[in-house]
Structures are given as structure tokens and as C-alpha cells.
């Protein structure tokens, strides 16, 4: 009778507890927080050990060890919220912090030849993919979608423009894993192939190649810092370059859907262009960094606190990874994701040969 008045007054005491915790967290904030700690943790010790090995950057550390634990172990169902919140919204804040390293000065210096290497590779992926998709048969809907997820920005571009011709999910769900794989395998082999010496690149030229090619925004951050400062630099200046080229891309595509100028999977309907507003926070903090806004110690500060976020982000992704989708993914759309990533990663080399 003792022991279950014991028990009783433990489990009034832990109801007590909960109880006061969520008076100071709110629902929608407590559901973030198993999945927040997991990509922290990861975050600290990839900083800790990623630091000190040569090929492998704190950011790279970190999506591995992200991969390893979803792909060897179960992940509970309650880190799944954080782990999304930290993939998304933890990474763009974090590009908006970014903006602190870089000023206008770094951004026109790298010319019209920059914005070339950045956007012709673009329009020949959309292009190519889409005809390349046609000639194998495969799905339409997946072929564009995997052509503007590999060319673009990744998973936004995708789940904006299969918005605006309302693919069904499934196919949504296939582009996005097949970006994903292919994006993180570009930034895994990127840094080693660099570092070896292989294709002779300079700093700038790593980082413009990086920019131009990998999928993800975070997954540039990961390999174009592999390079360096500069060439880390360079590699989101010119991927931000690619995911502003996606506002003028779905109006387009909006107008032309609007029109019946293409047959959608939906109804052809307008549909509202999600834009890309962390792009405002970036330019806003490069704005303030050009006018010599922020003190030494702050810059300091801030580019810390953007490093652990980053990382976080990376972690998710990690965490995110499932290479078990290939499997579920079928044959065509992998070879269509083999051919887009193999198309934008030379054709956008050989341009850097030839300009820069």
C-alpha cells in the first residue's frame, strides 16, 4: 500500500512538472524540442570532432553522423517535427545570417562571367532533363520536377512549382528523394575531389563550381566551406543567384499553367508562388556588413551562432536521408537524377575553365 502511495505521489509530482513546463512552452514550441536537441547534439559534436580532420569540414560531420542514425537505427516519431524544423527553418535563418561575411563589393566583383556560370547551366539542365525525360519515357510530372529540383534549389523548387502544376505526391515524394540522395552524394564527393588535386581549381573556381551545381542550399554551404572561406563565399552568392532565378521561373510557369498552355496534373488553376523571403534577410544583413554596421566582436559572434545553426541544419538533413528510397523510387526517375546532376556539375566546370 506504501510502495503505490509512493508511486502515486512520483507520477502527481512528474504531472506537476509537465504541467508547469508547457505554462512556459507553448504546444507548438514542446513538440520541436526532442528533434531541436537531437540536431543540437550532433551539431556540438560535429563541430567538436569536424574540425579536426582534413577532409571532412564540421558541416559534412555532421549530415554524416545525421545519415548514419537514420539509416542504422529507427528515429521515434517525436523528433521528426524538430528534425523538419531545423532542415527548414533553423537553415534559412541561417542564410540570412550568412549574409554578415560578405558585403556589395564581393557580390559585383564576381561580374558578369559569374552570373553566367551561375545561370546558363540552370536553363541547360531544365531543358536537357525535360528532353532527356521524353526520351526514356518517363513520368512528365517527375521528369519536370526532378529537372527544376536538380537545376534550381532543391526540394523548394520542386514543392513550388509541383504546387503550381499540381503534381500529385507521389510524385512530389519521388523528385524530392532523388534530389536529396543525388545532392548529398555531389556534396560528400565535391571537397575530396578538391582537396585531391583532381581538376586543378582554384579557391574561386571551387567555389563558383559548388554554387553552380550542388542541389541544396545547405548542401553548398557544406561543400563550397570545404574550400575554404572564399570559396564558401562564393559558392552561396552564386547559389542564392540560382534560388532567386526561381521567382521569375513560377510566375512563368504560373502564367503558362493559368493558360492551358501546358496540361497540368490538377485543375489549371493560379497558384500562389511560394517565395523565397530568407533571400530578404540575407541581402539585409549584407546591406548592414557593407556600411560597417556590425563591431569586430559581433561579426565574431554572429558568424558562431550561424556556424552551430548551419550545422544543425545539416544534421536534420542527415537525419532526413534515407538511401532505402532509391529502391521505392524506380529506375527511370534515378537515371533521370544521374543525368541532370551529371549535366549542371560539368557543364557548369567547363564554363569555369572557359571564363574564369
Known sequence: MQQ??????????EQTLKLKFRFFVPPEVEVLLPGLFLTAIISALALHTGAKLHYVTPLIAAMLMGIVLRNAFIIPE?????????????????????????????????????????????????????????????????????????????????????????????????????????????????????????????????????????????????????????????????????????IPIAFVLSYIVANRMVQSEGNATATRVSFPFFLFGFLAMVLLNSFEFFTPKAIKWIEFVDVFMLTMAMAGMGLETDFSQLKRVGYKPVLLSIFSTALISVSSLLLIKLLL
Request: charge should be positive; charged fraction near 15%.
Open 4 to 13: 503505490e502511495n509512493n508511486i502515486q505521489s512520483v507520477n502527481k509530482k
Open 78 to 246: 517525436t523528433y521528426k517535427p524538430g528534425i523538419f524544423f531545423s532542415m527548414r527553418q533553423v537553415l534559412r535563418f541561417a542564410v540570412a545570417l550568412l549574409g554578415v561575411r560578405i558585403t556589395f563589393s564581393k557580390i559585383t566583383a564576381l561580374g558578369m562571367e559569374g552570373l553566367i556560370v551561375a545561370l546558363v547551366p540552370l536553363l541547360l539542365t531544365l531543358v536537357l532533363t525535360i528532353f532527356f525525360g521524353r526520351l526514356i519515357k518517363a513520368d512528365p510530372s517527375r521528369a519536370f520536377l526532378i529537372a527544376t529540383g536538380t537545376s534550381i534549389c532543391g526540394a523548394s523548387a520542386i514543392l513550388t512549382v509541383g504546387a503550381i502544376t499540381k503534381a500529385k505526391e507521389d510524385n512530389i515524394i519521388v523528385a524530392i528523394s532523388s534530389i536529396t540522395i543525388f545532392g548529398t552524394i555531389s556534396m560528400l564527393l565535391y571537397p575530396f575531389i578538391y582537396k585531391a588535386g583532381v581538376l586543378a581549381l582554384s579557391p574561386e573556381q571551387y567555389g563558383f563550381w559548388a554554387g553552380a551545381s550542388i542541389h541544396e542550399v545547405a548542401q553548398v554551404i557544406a561543400a563550397a566551406f570545404g574550400g575554404g572561406d572564399l570559396s564558401g563565399e562564393i559558392g552561396i552568392i552564386v547559389k542564392l543567384s540560382r534560388v532567386a532565378s526561381l
